[in-house]
T-cell receptor, first 115, second 114 residues
Framework: AQKVTQAQTEISVVEKEDVTLDCVYETRDTTYYLFWYKQPPSGELVFLIRRNSFDEQNEISGRYSWNFQKSTSSFNFTITASQVVDSAVYFCALSVPTNAGKSTFGDGTTLTVKP | EAQVTQNPRYLITVTGKKLTVTCSQNMNHEYMSWYRQDPGLGLRQIYYSMNVEVTDKGDVPEGYKVSRKEKRNFPLILESPSPNQTSLYFC?????????????FGNGTRLTVT
């Protein structure tokens, strides 16, 4: 069975601080995909990034960066110089080919960025 | 514009009154799925469909029905809604039927069952 743990239920930072959202996953599959989604206060869910299990390169997109470490089964998300608009619930998700069609989501981390 | 459209956005109903939440996507996606979101429980999958006429149970299918008669539509049916089905519901689609495509979500339907 697959499992995704986002241990941080809520995080609060002040604007311009850096913040890291943790995601730890469990699977016996050697092939899998990891995703991050953002849910701003308006409620919609937006895809941010996808990473497959064979690509451990970290990725940077503007102020966002992702650190994928298979050794620790983690796929952490860092926001540099946070802004109020980053306030949202962030979900980490895992999909595997042996259970195609069923994505496993973490419970989400609510990030509040205060001005 | 590529999108997943859910209707209605808000729905208040009474116990036992059958309802349907519609979902339509215009991206020719093979895969569609329904999730419910409850505080502290994240997103839980209700049903999913790999293709037309193919549907499978997710983690919390009890009390729900779905159908996939056309590729673009995937309605969620609550035959006899109960208060524990009060939740925020999301429809999603993705390009492939596998595990490697990101999900595109609708804007959500907030359902209240009294």
């Amino acid at each position: 069975a697959q499992k995704v743990t986002q241990a941080q239920t809520e995080i609060s930072v002040v604007e311009k601080e850096d913040v890291t959202l943790d995601c730890v996953y469990e699977t016996r599959d050697t092939t899998y995909y990891l995703f991050w989604y953002k849910q701003p206060p308006s409620g919609e869910l937006v895809f941010l990034i996808r990473r497959n299990s064979f690509d451990e390169q970290n990725e940077i997109s503007g102020r966002y960066s992702w650190n994928f470490q298979k050794s620790t089964s983690s796929f952490n998300f860092t926001i540099t110089a946070s802004q109020v608009v980053d306030s949202a619930v962030y979900f980490c998700a895992l999909s595997v080919p042996t259970n195609a069609g069923k994505s496993t989501f973490g419970d989400g981390t609510t990030l509040t960025v205060k001005p | 514009e590529a999108q997943v459209t859910q209707n209605p956005r808000y729905l208040i109903t009474v116990t036992g009154k059958k309802l349907t939440v519609t979902c339509s996507q215009n991206m020719n996606h093979e895969y569609m799925s329904w999730y419910r979101q409850d505080p502290g429980l994240g997103l839980r999958q209700i049903y999913y469909s790999m293709n037309v006429e193919v549907t499978d149970k997710g983690d919390v299918p009890e009390g729900y029905k779905v159908s996939r008669k056309e590729k673009r539509n995937f309605p969620l049916i609550l035959e006899s809604p109960s208060p524990n089905q009060t939740s925020l519901y999301f429809c999603a689609s993705s390009l492939s039927t596998g595990y490697n495509s990101p999900l595109h979500f609708g804007n959500g339907t907030r359902l209240t069952v009294t």
